[in-house]
């Protein structure tokens, strides 16, 4: 079962809140040494980014990220677990789970529409 | 000679009754599994062996092993929809699998009980607090959606989406159908709890929904006879006994909240009572407390006190204390005031009060106000009550409650 993980920064961090946070290269080895870690990467600050639609057959392009994400998004990886606990104590274990936000977002189903 | 059995189609149907819940509930879980996590089939197969049995039952009589027999005709009912399915698609290697499965139950002792893996299942964290508790009573207790939808005041079609929502998050995200491991325990318990706890909170409300309350009591039941090492479960049940037996007491004959202190106490049920606080001594001899064992510590205070007055206000006090030191709340050092004016008179308990008000935090929460003006009356300041009253009545969420605060604010 592939989960997205979306490594996401909070917004309000409060002070003290990312204390005893696990360290990302323990945790990069450990995942990568299971093969839980798919593929990875960050990904550039929210003004780096480009909006793509296309409305009337015209392709719209935004200076920027998409509103709903707004500048959130900082990182992602493909976790490859057994069910969503095990991603769940993947994602816990990051210390960006302390620091900002983690999304996991299963796969689309095999087979379905 | 025998006298008056009852018709073989009455024997079906009361048996039916009887273990209509548990069967449903254990044979559910079991079609998951088998299915694979499809519950839409796993409901569909148990409703009709369900149905066959009513047929079957009434003219044959009943079974000696009725939940095999039930278990069983489900599944074969899922393997041939299963099979039908699969014909010319990638399924055939699931059902090959199948066909090595034992062909059936014989016995009712063989049949595995996984309502505690359904249980854990249906109060995942990850799934929002109302799909648990929709998926919860529709998995467990086998009631429809229509039953679910009509206790939870919203129409059919919005609980059938919030249904069909939870059982596919269920699925996408892979939630798995099992007890977490002991070391998830710990944040898995409590969300069990409390989803069963909402379901008895929902039935005790105003005005009361006897089923819910009946069928969370049931549940919690199952829960300690499947975990009899987690005195927090026992806690829950003999908190939701405690409450229950006083039932008959707390709305007068024109619906009317009665406080505690002004109910009927002959009318409290003493054999839910002594089970209840048996239930509870039993947890506490584990010596592991937590909020559910010291709320329903509390609750066995009043309910085994011959009246208000006579209750063991300082001990109540004492558990106030612990339960706001292991699970700090607003609400719960508002109850500890009411107590502590019990103790030591309304004068004691107002500056607490007041400090509560003072947090800003429970503006919105009319028994805030209304406590308030309960102990301002006591202590004669007649104004400030009025004016406390007046408050909690503007914001009092039902009928009931307006008029019994409506009732305090006239002289007399």
Known sequence: ?113 | MHTARKPVTEQATDLIAEIYTDAWSRIVGIMLRLTGGDWDLAEECVQDAFTQALQKWSVSGVPRQPLAWLTTTARNRAIDRMRRASIGTAKLREVAALDLEPPSYTSDSEIPDERLELMFTCCHPSLNLEAQVALTLRSLTGMSTGEIARAFLVSERTMGQRLFRAKQKVVHARIPFRVPPTHLLPERLPAVLSVLYLLFNEGYGDPPKTRLCQEAIRLARALTQLMPDEPEAQGMLALMLLHNARRHSRFDTNGDLVTLEEQDRSLWDTAEIDEGTAILERALRQRRAGPFQIQAAIAACHATAPSAAQTDWPEIVGLFARLSRIAPSLVVDLNRAVAIAMVDGPEAALPLVDAIVETGQLDDYYLLHATRADLLRRAGRMAEASESYRTALDLAPTNAERRFIESRLRPG
């Not at chain 1, 999304?103 to 529409?113: I, M, N, T, V």
Request: hydrophobic share 40%; net charge negative.
């Open chain 1, 1 to 113: 079962m592939k989960y997205l993980m979306l490594v996401c920064i909070d917004p309000d961090p409060k002070p003290g809140q990312a204390d005893g946070a696990p360290d990302v290269d323990d945790w990069v080895k450990e995942m990568d040494s299971k093969q839980i870690r798919l593929m990875c990467n960050r990904v550039l600050q929210a003004r780096d980014a480009t909006t793509v639609l296309v409305r009337n057959r015209e392709v719209l392009l935004t200076d920027g990220p998409y509103a709903e994400t707004k500048d959130l998004i900082a990182g992602f990886d493909v976790l490859e677990c057994a069910d969503i606990d095990e991603a769940i104590q993947v994602a816990a274990r990051h210390p960006m789970a302390w620091s900002g936000v983690i999304e996991l977002r299963p796969f689309w189903p095999d087979g379905e529409d």
